[in-house]
């Protein structure tokens, strides 16, 4: 008899012919509630712990431990040379130059830092547009900004909203209202993935219509790095910054990461806030009172890389580095693929998919709207040992990571999500 899709022995196949199935061995498992090991749905919130990441750690402490302050140059692993791969690895990941990454602070500093030197708003053009459903520290980090400047959200913060009874937005509504509005937009401020719906922005797209009409274009990246193929440089995006938590793997409130085109690398009139790591490396330990910055993103930093949190992240870049973005988004593109025929193929009207169905316009997250009792099936996901996350008022989000999760995973989860919806629905 042949295979059908829906069989759980085609989801054993898929795994069978996986290239990357060796990394799943590379993380640590969390259990679920019942001590056995859970299915982890939840890389888009926070990323699994590589097992690499413990002797990670250990070399620093030793080096600390054994060599004191001569640890920043000295050895294979000296803290100097940490950062240098780093970068180079981080501008692999994001599609950009070395001296256009930084890896510095967290993800809602950044922003802030970001805005600091490219929202400058003037009396015409004072607005900043973002998405609808803006991650909350988001929000709250623009609508500061605004209000330091003397402006007032009310009037300077403009959202671009879905048309009636949908959850994404269309691309042509996003290019008419920039059309529209664009000469008084300073800033344009999306997230590259929005962590709501899932919904992936065409970034080189909004990059070059925002530019045509003079405004500023940054993204919010938490969400899309190490999720979907990222060309920062070649979009001419102007800056963006990410977390390293999430996709990236790196730990709890690890360091986060900036990118700012290489067009402003000698911008020294930019107005910025400076401390002493952002200075020119020649004069940087000579501690005089001008400050000159370093050309390009390094010249943002403020102060010196905290090297035992950057331990997990080099850890987890090296896996990132070895497999590359190409091989991880194609098995990406199939992972969440098959979840969401699954969902699409066992499940009733409760549930339906707010993430865009074109694979170009999403990365490995799908959204799953629940129009009847979803928080209690939520529960019931969690009673099953699927870890993955509630977001008020409707929606559970899934996230099927390629570097750790497998097919078998997926089949099993759908397998769980219908027995428990067709229950509520039943009963309810
Ligand atoms: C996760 C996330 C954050 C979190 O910000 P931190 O500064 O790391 O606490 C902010 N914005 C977006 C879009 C996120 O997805």
């Known amino acids: 008899m042949e295979t059908q899709k829906t069989d759980k022995s085609y989801a054993i196949g898929l795994d069978v012919a996986d290239p990357l199935k060796k990394y799943k061995q590379k993380f640590h498992l969390p259990k679920g509630i019942s001590e056995q090991d859970c299915i982890y749905f939840c890389g888009n ?20 431990a054994t060599s004191g302050v001569e640890g920043h140059f000295k050895g294979k692993h000296s803290w100097l040379r940490y950062t240098e791969k780093l970068s180079e690895q981080t501008a692999r990941l994001v599609g950009a130059d070395p001296i256009e990454v930084v890896v510095m602070n967290t993800l809602t500093v950044n922003l802030h830092l970001m805005m600091v030197s490219f929202y400058r708003p003037t009396p015409i053009r004072h607005k900043i547009l973002i998405e609808y459903s803006t991650f909350p520290s988001d929000l709250y980090a623009i609508k500061s900004q605004i209000k330091f400047h003397g402006f007032d959200p009310e009037t300077s913060l403009v959202k671009l909203m879905p048309r ?30 929005n962590y709501y719906s899932g919904q992936s922005f065409d970034m080189e797209r909004i990059t070059r219509i925002g530019h045509k009409k003079g405004c500023t274009v940054g993204f919010d990246l938490a969400h899309a790095v190490g999720n979907i193929i990222l060309n ?41 806030f400076a401390g002493w790591w952002g200075q020119n490396i020649q004069n940087r330990f000579l501690m005089g009172p001008e400050f000159k910055p370093v050309s390009g993103a390094e010249g943002w930093q403020i ?17 990132f580095n070895e497999i590359g973005m190409e091989a991880l988004r194609a098995k990406s593109v199939k992972l969440t693929g098959y979840l969401e025929f699954l969902i699409n193929n066992y499940c009733d009207d409760n549930l339906s998919i707010i993430t865009p169905s074109d694979e170009n316009q999403r990365g490995c997250q799908l959204s799953i709207n629940v129009k009847k009792n979803g928080k209690s099936l939520f529960e019931k996901l969690t009673a099953n040992d699927v870890i993955c996350d509630w977001r008020e008022p409707s929606v559970i989000r899934v996230a099927p990571v390629p570097i750790y999760n497998s097919y078998l995973e997926v089949y099993n989860f759908v397998q769980i999500l219908k027995r428990e919806n067709d229950k509520i629905s039943k009963y309810s």
């Open 45 to 64: 919130s926070l990323g699994l712990q590589p097992k690499s990441v413990q002797l990670y750690i250990e070399l620093v402490l030793t080096s600390w």
């Open 164 to 193: 009636q009874g949908e959850s994404t937005l269309l691309t042509k509504d996003i290019e008419a209202l920039i059309d529209r509005e664009g000469e008084s937009i300073a800033l344009i401020l999306l997230g590259g993935v």
């Open 232 to 272: 920062l440089h070649d979009w001419n995006v102007d800056f963006a910054v990410w977390c390293t938590y999430k996709y990236l793997n790196a730990g709890p409130g690890s360091l986060a990461g900036c990118f700012i085109h290489d067009c402003f690398k000698e911008r020294y009139d930019l107005p910025r």
């Open 303 to 319: 102060s010196n890389p905290p090297i035992l949190a950057i331990a997990p992240l080099l850890a987890s870049m090296e896996i």
